[in-house]
């Protein structure tokens, strides 16, 4: 009998015991818990520019080239005052797109008139509005292209974002905004060549397997190259300006239409562009440690 | 030379009794840092960044070599776009832990969107 009860209570004693370094561990892993845990943090980024002067932005307009598949200009304008409406806090002027290709070829008129010697009748001055107060005409004798087909191309356009007088001139006809222009450049590209990629193969035994392997593959698509140019409409005078360069590419049996690929390389772009103005929030993850 | 003795005994006595207390204050420091660390992950989690902040930096006071607390102090001023304070403190954590994976990839990312946002100003 008593040999039969020392057994029963040494095993609730055992019962206890075993319960009671469960409860211990259960405890101790609850206290412990991970040793990290990743959080979600959103990093605030200070905008590039000061445009607490400006309450009003004018998207100008751009000039472009490229293809005439996209109005590089028109798209751009229109898409950077629907960007900035909603996610600045100036506002946005909505006006005429101008015609900087015009402008600029405009302004090259009389410099490519005075190099071939005096106009009758003229008085040596300035024909244009752009050239106020003596200033020089942007492009200064350069012979502009009339289609834009790559970068050689624009580059003689840029001197038209220096010209001061003319960028002032537009500022006071609209009370002074922060005005944005600057150049596009949006064009075909294709490559060809070879390309490593993953392939799923059987071994010998049946077995899936990943291997590494070089095909040669024609590819086409297209780049985008923004110059955004920031104008003080006070001065005329070029805050900051930033470029960029973006490119996709396709099989070359894939049929993309050129505006959609335009957007997709400009929704890279864009909030880019916007931390120039605005305070921005990037999202990322991080691990907290204990 | 006997009136020397007593005081080298006494001496060694003192030194040797005080070691396991600098131990002890060492550990107790771990110990009261981590709970530190541990109320600001809980805050953090809830969104309450400035209380977390407040929490950590308490805790490097107090362990002044404690990696984690560094860590999660520069991720609290990432998240307030305190940058500058943000990459002392990573910089602070993986100096004392260079080998800590989860801090270096914490810092590569942080510098990832600094180095952008400097690298666009410098224009």
């Known amino acids: ?92 002027i909505d006006a005429d797109i101008l015609p900087l290709m015009d402008v600029a070829q405009e302004d090259a008129k009389p410099a490519a008139i005075a190099d071939s010697g005096p106009r009758e009748g003229g ?54 905004p922060l005005i944005v222009t600057g150049t596009v450049l949006f064009m075909p590209q294709s490559r060809s060549g070879f390309v490593q990629r993953d392939q799923e193969v059987m071994d010998s035994f049946g077995r899936r397997r990943v291997v590494p392997m070089r095909s040669y593959l024609e590819r086409k698509g297209f ?4 110059k955004f140019v920031f104008i003080d409409g006070r001065t005329g005078a070029t805050m900051y300006s930033e470029s960029y360069r973006e490119e996709v590419l396709y099989n070359a049996q894939q049929q993309t239409p050129a505006l959609s690929s335009y957007f997709e390389l400009m929704d890279r772009l864009v909030p880019n562009f916007l931390s120039a103005l605005s305070s921005q929030k990037i999202k990322g993850t991080r691990v907290l440690l204990k | 030379m006997k009136r020397v003795l007593p005081i080298v005994v006494a001496s060694v006595g003192v030194v040797l009794s005080a070691a396991p207390s600098f131990a002890d204050a060492r550990a107790k420091a771990r110990s009261d840092a981590r709970t530190e660390i541990e109320f600001g992950l809980q805050v953090a989690q809830k969104g309450l960044w400035h209380e977390a ?30 940058l500058d304070k943000a990459r002392k403190a990573y910089e602070k954590a993986l100096e004392l832990d260079p080998n800590n994976s989860q801090i270096r990839q914490n810092y590569e990312l942080f510098k990832e969107i600094n180095d952008r946002t400097s690298a666009a100003r410098e224009k």
């Not at chain 1, 004693?13 to 959103?42: K, M, N, Q, R, S």
């Not at chain 1, 100008?60 to 960007?83: C, I, K, M, Y």
Request: glycine share 8%; aromatic share 8%.
């Open chain 2, 53 to 82: 902040i407040y929490r950590w930096e308490k805790a490097t006071q107090i362990d002044p070599t404690y990696a984690a607390a560094f860590n999660d102090l520069a991720i609290a001023y990432e998240h307030e776009g305190q």
């Open chain 1, 123 to 176: 008085s040596g001055q300035s024909t244009t509005d752009h050239q106020v107060s003596g200033q020089p005409a942007a492009p200064q004798g350069v012979a502009l292209p009339a289609k834009i087909k790559d970068d050689k191309d624009i580059e003689p356009y840029e001197r038209l974002f220096a010209n001061t007088a003319y960028w002032k001139r537009i500022g006071e006809e609209y009370q002074n």
């Open chain 1, 1 to 92: 009998m008593i040999g039969r009860v020392r057994p029963e209570k040494s095993n609730g004693a055992g019962h206890v015991a075993v319960l009671a370094t469960a409860a211990l561990l259960a405890g101790f892993a609850i206290a412990c818990g991970p040793d990290y845990y990743e959080i979600p943090i959103e990093t605030p980024i200070q905008p590039k520019l000061d445009v607490s002067p400006f309450q009003r932005v004018l998207v100008a307009g751009f000039v472009a080239g490229g293809t005439e598949d996209v109005d590089a200009n028109q798209e751009t304008v229109r898409l950077l005052r629907s960007q900035l409406r909603t996610k600045s806090q100036l506002r946005v």
């Open chain 1, 223 to 226: 780049v985008l190259k923004p």
